[in-house]
């Protein structure tokens, strides 16, 4: 992708020169059914795969659900206000993390190298015409029940993947809210020698 798309130009704009993939990166929540190929849907994986991690511990791990009964074994941990439209996605997955390295001492960075390689992953979606969505909002210790997962590893988000659909598909009050949001300007985020916010 080598532009940036129409429908992200009137909401964002670089400060600085950038790949357009960054900007054209944005969390819609409207998803077309259309089902993700496996060849597509595994590169998302392999670029998270490749993300930086300390002491290359590649804390990360991705639990996936495409089919119908997988999905509903997902739905009962994910909040209402987030089920009300995640439920159209065609894949839902839950990136956890592992807390203990191969050491056996704790991992002080697995929630940080866990969301690097959400952000790839997320990136590799975008280049492949996917959109993908990041939610905070589930019960973490439900979603360990139900998907058995040992007390090592931290549940961290639950991701929607899979094609844009139309905003009017949503329901009224989150149509609104479905345009990619802007950021903070350069000079609020980066200090030069010493922390000096403004």
Aim: aromatic fraction near 10%; hydrophobic fraction near 35%.
């Amino acid at each position: 992708m080598d532009h940036v798309l129409p429908q992200v130009q009137e909401h964002r704009k670089a400060e600085y020169d950038i790949d357009p993939v960054f900007l054209n990166r944005w969390s819609p929540r409207s998803y077309k059914p259309d089902p993700v190929a496996d060849d597509v849907l595994y590169s998302l994986f392999e670029a998270a795969r490749w993300a930086p991690s300390g002491n290359n511990e590649q804390p990360w791990r991705f639990i996936v659900a495409r089919t119908k009964e997988e999905k509903e074994r997902f739905y009962p941990f994910i909040m209402e206000g987030n089920r009300i439209w995640c439920e159209q996605a065609p894949v839902l997955v839950l990136l956890v993390s592992k807390t203990i390295g191969s050491r056996g001492t704790s991992l002080r960075t697995h929630a940080f190298d866990a969301g690097t390689a959400w952000g790839y992953l997320a990136l590799e979606a975008t280049r492949k015409g996917l959109v993908t969505h990041a939610m905070g909002g589930f019960d973490r210790d439900k979603a360990r029940e139900v998907l058995g997962i040992p007390e090592e590893y931290e549940p961290q988000i639950v991701i929607s993947i899979g094609y844009q659909g139309d905003k009017e598909a949503l329901p009224e009050a989150l149509q609104e809210r479905e345009k990619p949001s802007g950021r903070i300007a350069m000079s609020e985020i980066v200090y030069e020698g010493v922390f000096a916010p403004k």
